[in-house]
């Protein structure tokens, strides 16, 4: 009768977590399934780029000419309209 109350309520398995345990243990679907174990975030990925997009953004880092930031202008900018808006 345990096994059936157990079954219809779910939040009862959070009591007996041994008993769900055993239960899997000695289930036979259980057993078939793969028991590989995946743990992606151990360690670091790093992907290269190819070497064609390397050799490209090499060449343009060598090609582009990089220009000192403008200094700021002093005077103040003063817009003239041809015709009176009003």
């Known amino acids: 009768m345990r096994t059936a109350t157990t079954a219809g309520n779910p939040f009862a398995l959070m009591m007996d977590p041994a008993g769900v345990r055993q239960m899997i243990d000695r289930s036979e679907a259980l057993s078939r399934l793969s028991?590989?174990?995946?743990?992606?975030?151990?360690r670091a990925v790093i992907r290269s780029a190819s070497a064609e997009l390397a050799a490209y953004d090499a060449k343009i880092d060598?090609?582009?000419v990089y220009l000192p930031p403008e200094e700021e202008k002093s005077s103040p900018v003063v817009r003239s309209f041809p015709e009176s808006v009003n």
Request: charge should be positive; proline fraction near 9%.
């Open 62 to 64: 060598r090609t582009t």
């Open 35 to 42: 028991q590989r174990q995946c743990h992606p975030l151990d």
